[in-house]
């Protein structure tokens, strides 16, 4: 059977509620800071949890794109643009009109498609009878704009990129929640494998920040509610987790065929070496106690990337710090590692940044292609009380400094969908650099 191509990352683009661009998020992930403290974006003091972690100072003045296409954007295309351009500028390379048919782009895209505001604005001018009254939309300045409709759409984040860039190969949105990003960015690896593209654009974006979905998930029990101290209320794994901090960004990354990387004299950060996918068929809401969907998912990966558990050196977990993922993903990290389990280093990034929703997976792919690079592993923060449940070997105090050989990140979604992703020290594939 002919071997397939080889895809190495060359580019990463960050915005996280910790930093709008990939040295400032690195550098409060080294930190060990929290980007989580009270909502600004809207008054909560109505919510049983009042914190999140939002992205802060954040000028969508950094973003190239032309004006007027910056009006067709809601505040995470927004994000979306800066960390595509941040991704493209550190690949060094861009779609022309010669090859742009040869560009593809995949993105995890939100679970909310209509902003608070818009959506407000056309309840406002709703009938009594919940029948919406045409007659009254020119009343209010966002019922009545025809962009507040392309706004929402759920195409709206890859049309925005693929025009801004001039990616004309092929285009998808991965819609299935915390495990969008990395889906998406798996999506993007096969296209490339079998040849359709030669590069991609890929990663994710969301922000759920909104009355809407606060609620949603206050209902559900998800976050916590550790208002009073909301740079400990994440912590994963921990005993005394009591749910996750609601974030939002963005993570793009640039890939490319190994050959055309290296011929251009790329810098790689990491070889996107594998992929592997499952649904569980047990709640909406929650993965199966026994791990049983992220067991398959992990192993499909491994196998995609053509590794044993003894070759992986970091895990990046999914870890939202909710009771149930918490024990049901350790359960599947036992399984799937073995003896392995107890030397295999883990860490979940949402200890410091929150949960990213749709945008997770690609950041936390990000994160562990400049892990690779930079031969470190982030902190899996506030952890305080074992959970003999999650007895795992988790990166505590400080950063782990050391070689990676492979790193594998996690992201399980609301639905059921299970999403792995292995990246490979590029020494491994062209021997030392």
Partial sequence: MKPHRRVAITGVGLVTPVGNDVASTWAALDGVKSGAAAITLFDASGFSTRIAAEVKGFDPRVITAERKLLKYTNRSHRFALAAAEEAMRDAGVAPTDADGERWGCAVGTGMMGVEFADLSGVQRNSAAGGELDARLLPDDPAAADPLAFCRSQSTAGVALLTRRFGIRGYATSVHTACASGGQAIGTALKLIRRGAVDRALAGGFDSMISPVGLAGFCLLSAVSADNETPELASRPFDATRNGFVLGEGAGFIVLEDWDCARARGAHIYAELAGDGNSLSSYRITDSPP?????IQSMRA??????????????????GTSTGM???SESAAIRAVF?????????SSTKSSMGHLIAAAGAVEVAICALGIDR??????ANYRVPDPDCDLNLVL???????????LSNSFGFGGSNSCVVLRNPDLVDGPR
């Avoid at 491994?302 to 895990?315: C, F, S, T």
């Avoid at 073995?338 to 883990?346: E, F, I, P, T």
């Avoid at 105090?397 to 790193?407: F, I, K, N, S, T």
């Fill in 290 to 294: 026994d791990g049983d969907g992220p």
């Fill in 301 to 318: 990966a491994l196998a995609d990337a053509n590794a044993a558990p003894a070759d992986v050196d970091y895990i990046n977990a999914h």
């Fill in 325 to 327: 993922n918490d024990r």
């Fill in 338 to 346: 073995g003896a392995d389990a107890k030397r295999v280093s883990v």
């Fill in 375 to 380: 031969s470190e592993m982030p902190v899996n």
């Fill in 397 to 407: 105090g400080a950063p782990r400094r050391q070689r990676l050989r492979m790193a």
